[in-house]
Each structure stands twice: as C-alpha cells, then as structure tokens.
C-alpha cells in the first residue's frame, strides 16, 4: 500500500520560517521524482517545488530563493524548508509522487497539511 504523510504545517508569522515533512511507505522511494503542491482556497493545485530522483529541483517562481526542496532517500522522506513566508504561502500543501521530472503529477497523494501565515 502507498502512503504519503504531510506534517510540518501549522501556523507561521510573514517573514518567518516553516518547514513541511513528507514520509512515504509502499514504493521504491528512491527511483520517483517527489513533488510539493498547494491550493489555497478557490485556486487551482499549482506545483511549488519538485526534485528528480538524481536530485534536480523545479520551483515555481512565486517560491524560488525562498524555499528549498530536498529528499533524504535512506529514510524515505521529502522536505520542503520555506523562509520569508508571505500571506499567500497560505494553502493546504500536498505530497505528490510521481516517475517522471517533466510529467505532470502522479496518482498518489497526501492528505495534505494546512500552512497559514499571519500578517
């Protein structure tokens, strides 16, 4: 069975710091191109940030110089650090799994974590 747990989300202040957790069960961690994504509401699910299993990482340009994707393979986790956090970083943040760096998402999901950030 596959399984991707968020935690890391909660309430953080504009100018501060987060930083998302994402632990999978169930897949060859190693071999998949990992993915953050959010929604706030009323928006569409935009892709925050990826990296490759050789270890290449996308951004969207709202988040680039500000957060940091990286995947630790030996305990089959994927992070998500975010400093200089704004009030639109507000969103239900998810975990995607998927084979491919240039491909669009893959079938399997987090619950998501919720990040709000104060003004």
């Known amino acids: 069975q596959v399984q991707l747990v968020e935690s890391g989300g909660g309430l953080g202040q504009a100018g501060g710091s987060l930083r998302l957790s994402c632990a999978a069960s169930?897949?060859?961690?190693?071999?998949?191109?990992l993915g953050w994504y959010r929604q706030a509401p009323g928006k569409q699910r935009e892709l925050v940030a990826a990296?490759?299993?050789?270890?290449?990482?996308d951004y969207a340009d709202s988040v680039k110089g500000r957060f940091t994707i990286s995947r630790d393979n030996a305990r089959n986790t994927v992070n998500l650090q975010m400093n200089s956090l704004k009030p639109e970083d507000t969103a239900v943040y998810y975990c995607n799994v998927r084979r491919g760096f240039h491909s669009g998402p893959g079938a399997y999901w987090g619950q998501g974590t919720q990040v709000t950030v104060s003004s």
């Open positions: 990296i490759s299993s050789g270890g290449s990482t």
């Open positions: 169930g897949i060859t961690f190693s071999i998949y191109t």
